[in-house]
């Protein structure tokens, strides 16, 4: 139904800057038409976009809900307010009057501005913004676990560089393939798969996940194949590789000299090459070797070389003992392929409510952690560059386009469902930084009042937050024109 936006990165985009940014900040600003109802603050109005105004949709109370013009955020207008001015008092008394002149059904029981409510009662207004998102995020994740979670059932292993001698060959000629399952039944490791190829009894039956051709959808298939006694002999003579995919700066890799697509078929005078499982063993010697230099061999090209590299001690967690990102990629001589794993098999498993509400509350700790934790792993090294990137709203429309396609060919609205909740979380928790005129620099000015016993002048306040406007105006700018000439879209993994 929707295959079309398969075909357009920029119609997905916009889709998805439809479904996921624009309810996002609805969401919030709704946060804070509640919270001020409950605290007793008047709100004029609840906009949908920024001003100029082009529609009323609808009154409820003394709260007029407003179309606008531009559709990058919202707000709520309380009495006394325009936007991030403070209005005269003549101005607010105008206004004060036109409600006190409502039928009583639409009259508030207080008309109150924000300013004549009480430190925490405005704390609350501020924050609630932030609070229904995150709440929001809950909800979207307990019906993720409604719908499904994928379960992890079994390994997964692509097969590639298949010889035309191979019995492998007739399924997809030269192209790689996954084999998903061995006789109907999903395995658990290598060594699962070849013990069952290695059975005498034939044929075997593979569950085979074929690779689109054309942009087409990826094809499941039975394959039946008989080994001769010849070939199945020879399915555990390995030639292993672990092929070298990414080098963290300054790492061990790195100070060594290892490059990209270098083969490791070595370390420690151990030979590689002939292990079903040679990522094993290189940690194994790595951990044993942590903080001595070892020699490490590598295929370069047609040439072999040898480094010396000393593997870290206790490395922090995503760095690894030498700071390389490998491929295992395992030739088998009966099978006459290579076979590196694709990651675990997963099956969608939907949850009971209560599970699915558990399973939303770990989801959110996990995002509030990882979020939370940015800073301490890139002041560490630990985090990637591109984790520490400000993404624009062309980037955020752009990344959920990728994830609203992915649910298009899956067929599961799992995944831009994660990316919408994962929006709202970080709508949130940005919206409470202690910047003007964002609400955590609101909320700033507040506990300043607090502690001074008397607020700002509202001259200076009205200063700080059109100066924060303009500075967030100008890195919105900056960011924007970051995400035009370098789409963040390049430095996410497809």
Known sequence: MFDFLLKSDLLSSLVAFGLVLIPAVIVHEFGHLLAAKAVGITILEFGIGYPPKIARLFRW???????????????????????????SEAETEAARAELAALEPGRMPAKIRTVNEAKPLSRIV?????????????LLVFVVIGLIGVDQPIGEAYVVGNVTSESPLYAIAGGQEFVIETVNGAPYQSLD????????????????????????????????????????????????????????????????????????????GGVDLQ???????????????SAGSAVPLTVVRGDAEVTLEVTPRINPAPGQGYLGAGVTVDVFSTGLGASLYSAGPLTKSVPLALPEAIAYGVSEIRNVLDAILGLPARLLSGTAAPEEGRVISILGISQIGGSFLQDSIETGSPTRILSFVALVNIALGLTNLLPLPPLDGGRILFIVIEILRGKPLSQRREEAIMIIGMLFLLAIGIVVIVQDIRDPILNLLPR
């Open 61 to 87: 109370r003394e709260t007029d809900f407003t179309l606008n013009l531009i559709p990058l955020g919202g707000f709520v207008r309380p009495l006394g307010e325009d936007m991030i001015k403070t209005l």
């Open 125 to 137: 207004f501020m924050a609630a913004g932030a609070i229904a998102n995150v709440l929001a995020a």
């Open 192 to 267: 699962d798969l070849l013990t069952a190829v290695e059975s005498e009894t034939q044929p075997v039956v593979l569950g085979v996940l074929l690779r689109p051709v054309d942009d087409g959808p990826f094809e499941r298939r039975e394959i039946e194949l008989t080994f001769s006694p010849e070939q199945r002999a020879a399915l555990r003579d390995f030639r292993s590789r672990l092929v070298v995919e990414s080098i963290q700066l300054n790492s061990p890799a790195y100070m060594a000299g290892l490059q990209l697509r270098d083969a490791i078929i070595g370390i």
């Open 274 to 288: 002939t292990s079903s499982d040679p990522f094993r063993i290189l940690q194994e010697i790595n951990e044993e």
